[in-house]
């Protein structure tokens, strides 16, 4: 059975940067950060990562981490509602 883990709108810095921001919450859904793993979409299959980012944002109250994965050949434009499903350990965006 397939199972939506991440469905959201494409921010104006992903879509520059080609990464998808991973909410804390959801990283419990993913491979541990810095493992690598496949996710496909429509043009292929590709290796990836969760990307961990420490950082002292100027509004948050102590230094945290902000995590995030890059898909090279997954193009996205900012307000592109993108997901992630994971069925049986795969992973797919679309």
Same mark, same amino acid.
């Given at each position: 059975?397939?199972? %939506?883990? #991440?469905?959201? &709108?494409?921010?104006?810095?992903? *879509? /520059? !940067?080609g990464l998808?921001?991973?909410? =804390?919450? +959801?990283?419990?859904?993913? =491979?541990? *950060? @810095?493992? /690598?793993? *496949? #996710? +496909?979409?429509?043009? @292929?299959? /590709?290796?990836?990562?969760?990307?961990?980012? &420490?950082?002292n944002c100027?509004?948050? =109250?102590?230094? $945290? *981490? $902000? $995590?995030?994965?890059?898909?090279?050949?997954?193009?996205? !434009?900012? @307000?592109d509602v993108?997901?992630? +499903?994971? %069925?049986?350990?795969?992973?797919? #965006?679309?």
């Amino acid at each position: 059975m397939m199972s %939506t883990i #991440i469905m959201k &709108r494409v921010s104006q810095k992903e *879509a /520059e !940067n080609g990464l998808v921001f991973i909410h =804390p919450l +959801k990283l419990k859904d993913f =491979p541990k *950060a @810095g493992e /690598e793993f *496949a #996710i +496909k979409f429509s043009k @292929g299959e /590709e290796k990836t990562r969760i990307q961990e980012v &420490r950082c002292n944002c100027t509004d948050a =109250p102590k230094e $945290h *981490a $902000h $995590h995030y994965l890059t898909i090279k050949g997954f193009k996205m !434009n900012k @307000g592109d509602v993108v997901q992630i +499903k994971k %069925t049986e350990g795969k992973y797919l #965006i679309e």
